[in-house]
């Protein structure tokens, strides 16, 4: 193990090292123009874990799930994925590693010139020679995974907003990929079906053996699944445990993050007023 | 919100172009990338079991050719008709109207053709292109391409290019012909002339080399066409409101484009 550059409550290192990482990253440090957005982060993931990745709004989740996707470069830092450093790797290497991964972004992102069935084809049509028929029962199975059965002839945009992510979720595993990346998987999603899609990843995780990245807001879900989660604050990593760990951090920012407690109910309401407002409105209603 | 003057506004809009000159410096190498990796593919894709589809070309095809084709008629029908009036309005102050065959004869085939065809596939076909990536830009489309480890310039640009570097030639040839006949129509009507007489006339005048010229200007501005509606399709930011800032400035490149290209032939060629 390295030293972590922000080591605020290195916990759990109890399991470690008994499995192999599959997702490595050192040292990630990351710019938006001038600003720095991630300050240095060590990140991994164990073969057939649950990894959650929460963190406050603009933390920097999606930008530390778009690099470990190579779809972002960083600044400095390392990034490897199943043994092979992304940040280095050329087109043709990019894209045999990528069969190995499957990824569910936040919006879909279904291909709207395609139908359903096709756009959970797609990738079996690109990188097997697998026949037509073949293709299309593989497709109707994942399909049946995510409670979509019978939905392949429609169009990306005849679907509901849970739709999409779920039929998302099917174009994801249809390679049964090793890594599974998930941005917001069940936001939107009505209880029940979010629920479905929780056992979902755990009997992805437990059938097959897949290492699992989810980005999520939904506490309930993250207890649920994860194995480990991480906690992201501003950029830098705050935490590191498994669920019980970091349900029973001291740390003041994480129960913040559990609690949902913001911080302007923090700051005394002058105080908060007086930022809405930038400051005159307070200073009218203040005087005699 | 800084001070609008005049004065900072034009300073800004220098800065702006400036910037501007640089981008496009820069880019141009980003371009000529583009246009070989399209080829790259093209050519060894199959070899890497990641052909450029034959399907996808074939879909772009039908698009950017065959459904112009009758919008290109009406077009270059029309300019052959209004130069066969003005020409032989002009030339009989002169007493010269029967050499109106051979001036239209070279305006259409060496100008007017590609011209007209190049700046219709662009307001038809760059801006259709500029608007679906960066449709598919702004809906992450693009991003699952990249992580499902297939090469969005494969995907998206190769069979854009290879259709467009097909179809607009394709295109300037059949206006070619359709303006030409329009002209010829009504030149044997006007000065009463046989239609064989016309014809025999034009191709006389014409040699390889100018319908060449044509066709050839006609590629360049295929290539150039989809470059640019690729680069603004990738570049966009915001929302649906980027989409249609994209599309609007997609078109309007090409058109500049385009008759600036087409003039730089005039000058060289004329030379
Ligand atoms: N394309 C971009 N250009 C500039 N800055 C960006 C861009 N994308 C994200 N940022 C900035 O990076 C920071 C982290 O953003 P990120 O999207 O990773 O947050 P997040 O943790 O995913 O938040 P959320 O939960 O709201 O999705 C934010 O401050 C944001 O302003
Ligand atoms: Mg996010």
Redesign the pocket.
């Known amino acids: 193990m390295t030293v972590p550059t922000e080591p605020i409550e290195p916990i759990s290192n109890t399991v470690e090292s008994e499995t192999p990482g599959v997702i490595q990253v050192r040292d990630l440090v990351t710019h ?2 001038d ?1 720095m ?1 991630l300050k240095g982060i060590d990140f991994d993931v164990r073969q057939g874990e649950i990894m959650i990745i929460m ?12 690099h470990l996707l190579a779809l972002e470069q960083p600044t400095s830092g390392s990034i490897e994925i199943l043994g092979e450093d992304i940040t280095t790797l050329d087109t043709v290497g990019r894209a045999n590693l990528f069969k190995k991964l499957g990824v569910a972004f ?1 919006s879909g992102a279904l291909f709207s010139s395609l139908s359903v069935g096709e756009n959970i084809m797609l990738p079996l049509a690109e990188h097997t020679k697998l026949d037509p028929e073949t293709m299309r029962i593989m497709a109707r199975i994942k399909l049946e995974i995510v409670d979509l059965a019978g939905f392949e002839d429609l169009r990306p945009s005849e679907l509901s907003g849970g739709m999409i992510k779920r039929a998302a979720m099917a174009r994801a595993i249809i390679m049964d990929p090793r890594i599974l990346f998930l941005d ?1 998987p069940s936001a939107g999603l009505d209880p029940v079906v979010a629920s479905a899609l929780d056992d979902l990843i755990l009997k992805l995780r437990d059938a097959m053996g897949m290492s699992i990245v989810v ?1 999520t ?1 939904e506490l309930d879900s993250a207890f649920k699944i994860a194995d480990r989660i991480t906690v ?1 604050d501003q ?1 830098h990593i705050l935490s590191v445990g498994t669920v019980d760990e970091i349900k029973n951090s001291d740390n003041e920012r994480i129960q913040n993050i559990l609690h949902r407690r913001t911080e302007q109910e923090i700051v005394d309401p002058e105080e908060y007023l007086r930022r809405l407002t930038g400051g005159e409105f307070v200073e009218e209603t203040v005087a005699p | 919100m800084p001070p609008n003057t005049l004065g900072s506004t034009l300073v800004d809009s220098t800065e702006r172009l400036g910037r501007g000159v640089v981008d496009g410096v820069a880019s141009f190498g980003h371009w000529t990338a583009l246009v070989v990796e399209s080829v790259y593919w093209l050519f060894f894709g199959p070899r890497m079991r990641q052909p450029v589809r034959l399907a996808a070309i074939a879909q772009q095809m039908m698009e950017v050719g065959i459904f112009a084709v009758p919008i290109v008629a009406l077009l270059s029908g029309t300019i052959g008709l209004m130069l066969a009036m003005q020409g032989i309005h002009t030339l009989s102050q002169f007493g010269a109207e029967s050499q109106v065959t051979a001036g239209i004869a070279f305006s259409v085939v060496r100008e007017f053709a590609s011209l007209i065809t190049g700046i219709l596939v662009a307001g038809r076909s760059g801006s259709a292109l500029a608007a679906r990536l960066s449709t598919m830009q702004i809906n992450q489309e693009i991003d699952a391409l990249k992580v499902t480890g297939i090469n969005p310039v494969r995907f998206l640009v190769a069979p854009a290019l290879i259709a467009m570097i097909i179809m607009v030639p394709a295109l300037t040839f059949i206006a070619n012909l359709i303006a030409l006949s329009a002209a010829g129509l009504f030149i044997s009507y006007d000065l009463d002339i046989s239609q064989a007489a016309y014809w025999s006339q034009t191709i006389n005048v014409l040699s390889v080399g100018d319908l060449m010229h044509g066709l050839g200007k006609s590629l360049i501005f295929a290539v150039l066409i989809t470059l640019i509606g690729v680069a603004n399709g990738a570049s966009v930011t915001g929302g649906a409101e980027g989409v249609g800032r994209v599309t609007t400035r997609a078109v309007v490149q090409s058109i500049i484009a385009i008759i600036v290209t087409d003039m730089l032939f005039v000058f060289v060629s004329t030379l």
């Open positions: 938006y123009g600003r957005i963190g406050g709004s603009g933390s920097g989740k999606s930008t530390l799930m778009r936040q917001e980005v807001h992201l950029g």
